[in-house]
C-alpha cells in the first residue's frame, strides 16, 4: 500500500523569506500524481501544485515549486517570498493513475507552516 | 461558477444517532469523493462516486455509506454514532476518474457527544 510521510510536523518562517518542506513517499507504481494541497485556517483545502510522475520537469506555480525526485521518491515544496496569507496547514498527497483507484487521495499528515512578520 | 458545496457545515448529535451530510459537486464534475479529517488519523478517504455508483471505498465501517444522484451530488450518512466520528468531513469534486486533480468543499464538522 501507499504511504506518504511528512516528517515536519510544524514550520516557521519570516516574510520574504524561502522555506521547503518535505515529502516522501512510497509505491511500486510507476505512474502516479503528486499534489501539495494548502488548508488554512478557514478550512477550505486549495491545491497549491499538481507533478505528474512521468513529467521529468519540475512543476511551479509562482512563488511554489516543486523538486521531484522519483528514484528517492521524494517531493518538496519550496515556498518562495514568504507572505502572511501562507499561513496553513500543507498535505501532501498521492494518487495512483491505476483505473481502479480512482481520485482517491493519500495524505500525509501535514506541516503546519506559520509565516510571521 | 459555485465551488463545491457542503451543507450543514457545523452538527452536533449524540451516541447512536444517524447522520447524513450532503454534497454538491460544482458544477459539470461527476466525481464525488469523501473524507474524514480528526486531528489523531489525519485526513483518510472514505469513498468515491462516479456515475451514481461507487468506485471506490477506504477502510471504514459499513456504519459509514453514501449515494450519489443523477445530478452528480452526494450525500453520506454516518449510522449509530460514536464518539470517535467526531471530525470534519470533507466533501471533493472532480471532473471524472483519474483527472488528477480534486476540488474541496468547506467541509462538515460533526461533534458527536
Known amino acids: 500500500a501507499q504511504t506518504v510521510t511528512q516528517s515536519q510536523p510544524e514550520m516557521s518562517v519570516q516574510e520574504a523569506e524561502t522555506v521547503t518542506l518535505s515529502c516522501t513517499y512510497d509505491?511500486?507504481?510507476?505512474?502516479?500524481?503528486l499534489f501539495w494541497y494548502k488548508q488554512p485556517p478557514s478550512r477550505q483545502m486549495i491545491l497549491v501544485i499538481r507533478q505528474e510522475a512521468y513529467k521529468q520537469q519540475n512543476a511551479t506555480e509562482n512563488r511554489f515549486s516543486v523538486n521531484f525526485q522519483k528514484a528517492a521518491k521524494s517531493f518538496s515544496l519550496k515556498i518562495s517570498d514568504s507572505q502572511l496569507g501562507d499561513t496553513a496547514m500543507y498535505f501532501c498527497a498521492f494518487m495512483s493513475s491505476l483505473n481502479q483507484a480512482g481520485t482517491a487521495l493519500i495524505f500525509g499528515k501535514g506541516t503546519t507552516l506559520s509565516v510571521s512578520s | 461558477k459555485a465551488g463545491v458545496t457542503q451543507t450543514p457545515r457545523y452538527l452536533i448529535k449524540t451516541r447512536g444517532q444517524q447522520v447524513t451530510l450532503s454534497c454538491s459537486p460544482i458544477s459539470g464534475h461527476r466525481s464525488v469523493s469523501w473524507y474524514q479529517q480528526t486531528p489523531g488519523q489525519g485526513l483518510q478517504f472514505l469513498f468515491e462516486?462516479?456515475?451514481?455508483?461507487?468506485?471506490n471505498k477506504g477502510n471504514f465501517p459499513g456504519r459509514f455509506s453514501g449515494r450519489q444522484f443523477s445530478n452528480s451530488r452526494s450525500e453520506m450518512n454516518v449510522s449509530t454514532l460514536e464518539l470517535g466520528d467526531s471530525a470534519l468531513y470533507l466533501c471533493a469534486s472532480s471532473r471524472g476518474p483519474n483527472t488528477g486533480e480534486l476540488f474541496f468543499g468547506e467541509g462538515s464538522r460533526l461533534t458527536v457527544l
Open positions: 509505491t511500486s507504481e510507476n505512474n502516479y500524481y
Open positions: 462516486y462516479f456515475s451514481e455508483t461507487q468506485r
